[in-house]
């Protein structure tokens, strides 16, 4: 099994800055996929920002510009570096990754953490 633990989410003001971690561990053999969604109160979860398969990344227009993923590979944790926060952008936040494992080496599975909070307000 893998898992994957959020940490990170706060109550800030407009315009304030917090960084998000998502730590994977478990039986993993390689991570494919690994980023961010978030899930506003009745509203779809939706992509922030992603590493995809290559290394490349991808951003949600609503937060290019704003929000920076990167990554520590050795420690197979990703981050979410977000800057100039507005009340849009609260939500719960999710890490998700596609991963191989020891007992599917041949398969892709996804995985999702627990959530964390983010809300901006003044």
């Known amino acids: 099994q893998v898992q994957l633990v959020e940490s990170g989410g706060d109550l800030v003001q407009p315009g304030g800055s917090l960084r998000l971690s998502c730590a994977a561990s478990?039986?993993?053999?390689?991570?494919?996929?690994m980023g961010w969604y978030r899930q506003a109160p009745g509203k779809e979860r939706e992509l922030v920002a992603v590493?995809?398969?290559?290394?490349?990344?991808v951003y949600a227009d609503s937060v290019k510009g704003r929000f920076t993923i990167s990554r520590d590979n050795a420690k197979s944790i990703v981050y979410l570096q977000m800057n100039s926060l507005k009340p849009e952008d609260t939500a719960v936040y999710y890490c998700n990754a596609h991963v191989t494992t020891t007992q599917a080496p041949g398969r892709l599975t996804a995985y999702w953490g627990q959530g964390t909070q983010v809300t901006v307000s003044s």
């Open positions: 478990g039986s993993m053999l390689r991570i494919n996929v």
């Open positions: 590493f995809i398969s290559g290394g490349s990344t």
